[in-house]
C-alpha cells in the first residue's frame, strides 16, 4: 500500500477578456476498493460556485461557470489518497469496453500487426503479449501527436505520447476480443498527468500501462474512466469571445513521508 500525496495545478492565461466560460472538470479521484481519497480540496481562480455530479462511468464532474469578463481561469486540486491494488474487488464490466470506440478504431495495418502476434487463448496471457507489443512498436516521442489523434493515426506514425499508447493497446485488445477500458491519472514521480489501461480480467479491472511497458502498481492515482480519451478529458469548456491561451501545468505527485516519533 502507498500514502501519496498529490496536487494538480493548471492556469489558462488568455491575452484578451472571454465571459460565459463554461466548464467541465474532472480532476477529483474518487474512491473506490484499492484507492481511498483521504482528502481532496478543489480550488478555483477566479472563485465561482460549482456543482460535483457523477457520470454514467463513475467519474467525478465538476462544473461551473465565470460569467464576468476575465483573462485567466486557475483550479488546483490537492490532497492524500491510501492505494493498494491487492483491494480491489470483482465487478461487472459494462459492455462499452468490448467495442471499438472514436479514437480506437481497427486499421488495416493494425489488424494485420495484431495477426502476426499470434495471441494465446488465455486471456490474461494474451494481455501481457499485447502490452509488451505496444510497448516495443511506439517510439515515445512528445510533440508529434495532438489530443485529437487517433490509434490509427499514431500506429501509423509509429510514435506519440501516454495518451496514443493507451488507444492503440485499448484498439488491439478489444479487437482481440479482450475487454479494455481508458485511464487517466497521474502517479508518483510523474511529471505530468499519465494515461493508462484497464483490462478486465477474472472479473477484476487490472491496470496496464503501455507506455511503461508493465502493469500498474500502487503508485497510480486514478482519476477517470472510459471508451477512451473523449470520454473523461481532465478539462473541457466554451467561453464567448476571440482570444489566444496558454496554459501551465504543474503536478505533484509522491508517498508521503510520516514525521519520525521522539520517544525521548
Same mark, same amino acid.
Given at each position: 500500500?502507498?500514502?501519496?500525496?498529490?496536487?494538480?495545478?493548471?492556469?489558462?492565461?488568455?491575452?484578451?477578456?472571454?465571459?460565459?466560460?463554461?466548464?467541465?472538470?474532472?480532476?477529483?479521484?474518487?474512491?473506490?476498493?484499492?484507492?481511498?481519497?483521504?482528502?481532496?480540496?478543489?480550488?478555483?481562480?477566479?472563485?465561482?460556485?460549482?456543482?460535483?455530479?457523477?457520470?454514467?462511468? %463513475?467519474?467525478?464532474?465538476?462544473?461551473?461557470?465565470?460569467?464576468?469578463?476575465?483573462?485567466?481561469?486557475?483550479?488546483?486540486?490537492?490532497?492524500?489518497? #491510501?492505494?493498494?491494488?491487492?483491494? +480491489?474487488?470483482?465487478?461487472?464490466?459494462?459492455?462499452?469496453?468490448?467495442?471499438?470506440? %472514436?479514437?480506437?478504431?481497427?486499421?488495416?495495418?493494425?489488424?494485420?500487426?495484431?495477426? #502476426?502476434? &499470434?495471441?494465446?487463448?488465455?486471456?490474461?496471457?494474451?494481455?501481457?503479449?499485447?502490452?509488451?507489443?505496444?510497448?516495443?512498436?511506439?517510439?515515445?516521442?512528445?510533440? $508529434?501527436?495532438?489530443?485529437?489523434?487517433?490509434?490509427?493515426?499514431?500506429?501509423? #506514425?509509429?510514435?506519440?505520447?501516454?495518451?496514443?499508447?493507451?488507444?492503440?493497446?485499448?484498439?488491439?485488445?478489444?479487437?482481440? %476480443?479482450? $475487454?479494455? +477500458?481508458? &485511464?487517466?491519472?497521474?502517479?508518483? %514521480?510523474?511529471?505530468?498527468?499519465?494515461?493508462? &489501461?484497464?483490462?478486465?480480467?477474472?472479473?477484476?479491472?487490472?491496470?496496464?500501462?503501455? $507506455?511503461?511497458?508493465?502493469?500498474?502498481d500502487d503508485s497510480y492515482l486514478r482519476f477517470n474512466v472510459g471508451r477512451d480519451f473523449a470520454d473523461c478529458p481532465?478539462?473541457?469548456?466554451?467561453?464567448?469571445?476571440?482570444?489566444?491561451? $496558454?496554459?501551465?501545468?504543474?503536478?505533484? &505527485?509522491?508517498?508521503?513521508?510520516?514525521?519520525?516519533?521522539?520517544?525521548?
Amino acid at each position: 500500500m502507498k500514502h501519496l500525496e498529490f496536487q494538480y495545478d493548471i492556469q489558462l492565461n488568455l491575452d484578451r477578456p472571454v465571459e460565459d466560460h463554461q466548464f467541465v472538470l474532472r480532476c477529483i479521484p474518487p474512491s473506490f476498493p484499492g484507492q481511498n481519497v483521504l482528502s481532496a480540496q478543489l480550488q478555483l481562480d477566479p472563485p465561482v460556485p460549482w456543482n460535483l455530479q457523477e457520470d454514467g462511468f %463513475g467519474n467525478l464532474i465538476q462544473s461551473g461557470a465565470l460569467i464576468e469578463p476575465h483573462c485567466r481561469f486557475h483550479y488546483s486540486i490537492s490532497g492524500e489518497a #491510501e492505494i493498494d491494488i491487492l483491494k +480491489r474487488e470483482k465487478e461487472e464490466a459494462n459492455p462499452v469496453y468490448r467495442f471499438a470506440s %472514436g479514437y480506437t478504431a481497427v486499421s488495416k495495418e493494425m489488424a494485420a500487426f495484431l495477426a #502476426e502476434l &499470434c495471441l494465446p487463448r488465455d486471456e490474461a496471457l494474451r494481455a501481457e503479449l499485447l502490452l509488451q507489443a505496444v510497448h516495443e512498436k511506439i517510439q515515445y516521442t512528445p510533440g $508529434t501527436t495532438g489530443v485529437h489523434t487517433t490509434a490509427s493515426q499514431a500506429f501509423a #506514425e509509429g510514435r506519440g505520447v501516454c495518451q496514443d499508447y493507451a488507444h492503440i493497446y485499448l484498439a488491439l485488445a478489444r479487437e482481440s %476480443g479482450l $475487454t479494455a +477500458r481508458y &485511464c487517466n491519472g497521474i502517479h508518483d %514521480g510523474g511529471p505530468a498527468s499519465h494515461a493508462w &489501461c484497464e483490462v478486465h480480467l477474472g472479473g477484476m479491472w487490472v491496470g496496464i500501462d503501455p $507506455t511503461a511497458g508493465k502493469r500498474t502498481d500502487d503508485s497510480y492515482l486514478r482519476f477517470n474512466v472510459g471508451r477512451d480519451f473523449a470520454d473523461c478529458p481532465l478539462e473541457k469548456g466554451v467561453f464567448r469571445g476571440i482570444t489566444n491561451q $496558454t496554459q501551465t501545468i504543474n503536478v505533484f &505527485c509522491g508517498q508521503k513521508t510520516e514525521g519520525l516519533k521522539n520517544d525521548q
